[in-house]
């Protein structure tokens, strides 16, 4: 079932592009964007995070930190994350768990793939609740920031 605003965020513990455990906890007291993403190299998801990087410093002025998690290895998300320059931590959900917490996974998804993230956005704020939530089943769709935007200024 999809996480609705006021929900209790999921706790998650993953580990990031540099090989570093990096859970929920890390971020209490700060608000956090939490997005998923189907798969690194892909062009949505690309464009996606790059405009991510791009306007970070919108967000961090918000007092908020950004990850963005896929299914992918992470050693994948190392590679992604160089090449695209991202200056946020992309972190990896190998095991599918936050995916599937987060009601944010297709149970199937393109060349008969099976258990990829749904590209999504939630907003998490500083107590753990979440007050922004937007899961995409199209993955040619990006979520809409503006609205996450919005809702990270409502809590500052």
Known sequence: ????????????????????????????????????????????????LCSMRDTLGDYNKMNADVVAISVDSPFTLD????????????????????????????????????????RSAFVIDKNGTVQYAEVLENAGEVPDFTAVQQALSSLN
Do not use: H, I, W
Request: glycine content about 6%; hydrophobic content about 40%; charged content about 25%.
């Open 79 to 118: 590679k992604f994350k160089q090449e695209q320059n991202l200056n946020f931590p992309l972190l990896s959900d190998f095991n599918k768990e936050a995916s599937a917490a987060y009601g944010s996974m297709y149970e199937n998804f393109v060349f008969g793939l099976k258990g990829v993230s749904k």
């Open 1 to 48: 079932m999809a996480l609705q605003k006021g929900d209790k965020a999921p706790a998650f513990k993953l580990v990031s592009s540099d090989k570093k455990e990096v859970s929920l906890d890390d971020y209490k007291g700060k608000n956090l964007v939490v997005l998923f993403f189907p798969m690194a190299f892909t062009s949505v998801c690309t464009t996606e």
